[in-house]
T-cell receptor, first 113, second 112 residues
């Protein structure tokens, strides 16, 4: 059984660019949540996807968007990148909607210059 | 929004010592979780608490869910070098997507 995987591991972009981050959920998991972790802080909830639809959203602007695919993998897209978007982006999968047992991937480190 | 504050922010202890850290919230949570994060890794779930007053152990780790449902603490007994890392508490928002609200973290250093 494979765990949650994310790609790429590191990424450098410039202000104003767009970025796409990818996540493969753990086998058997149909729910994916995305979190942003700024340096020295705890992760903050961005949004969750269940059965290919957004199922909840944190306090992030619309330029943060996502997708979930039929195989339950997911993408996080960020448009018009800002310097403050520099962070570790974590993906977590869970076995079903409404469960608190979320398994995290290693994250993608995004640097915006 | 919910704010979870952890204390201490960091701690340096000798190997073999016991460790205690706590987490307080401005809001009530019905589920509390404790995670450990190593450098370059995602958080790993250590203990889950589901009932006010509950005391739960996982090996050398013991966590309690506060009676007010606004706090929790984590104890580590007989610390070892691999306990080094950042410990996060998290409350579960069960009004929506069961997303997690994380605390500010406690960075633990164990001196051999």
């Amino acid at each position: 059984e494979t765990g949650v995987t994310q790609s790429p591991t590191h990424l450098i972009k410039t202000r104003g660019q767009q970025v796409t981050l990818r996540c493969s959920s753990q086998s058997g998991h149909n729910t994916v949540s995305w979190y942003q972790q700024a340096l020295g802080q705890g992760p903050q909830f961005i949004f969750q996807y269940y059965r290919e639809e957004e199922n909840g959203r944190g306090n992030f602007p619309p330029r943060f968007s996502g997708l979930q695919f039929p195989n339950y993998s997911s993408e996080l897209n960020v448009n018009a990148l800002e310097l403050d978007d520099s962070a570790l982006y974590l993906c977590a999968s869970s076995q079903r909607q409404g469960t608190d047992t979320q398994y995290f991937g290693p994250g993608t480190r995004l640097t915006v210059l | 929004g919910q704010q979870l504050n952890q204390s201490p922010q960091s701690m340096f202890i000798q190997e073999g010592e016991d460790v205690s850290m706590n987490c307080t919230s401005s809001s009530i949570f019905n589920t509390w979780l404790w995670y450990k994060q190593d450098p370059g890794e995602g958080p790993v779930l250590l203990i889950a608490l589901y009932k006010a007053g509950e005391l739960t152990s996982n090996g050398r780790l013991t966590a309690q869910f506060g009676i007010t449902r606004k706090d929790s603490f984590l104890n580590i007994s007989a610390s070892i070098p691999s306990d080094v890392g950042i410990y996060f508490c998290a409350g579960v928002d069960q009004t929506g997507a069961n997303n997690l609200f994380f605390g500010t973290g406690t960075r633990l250093t164990v001196i051999p």
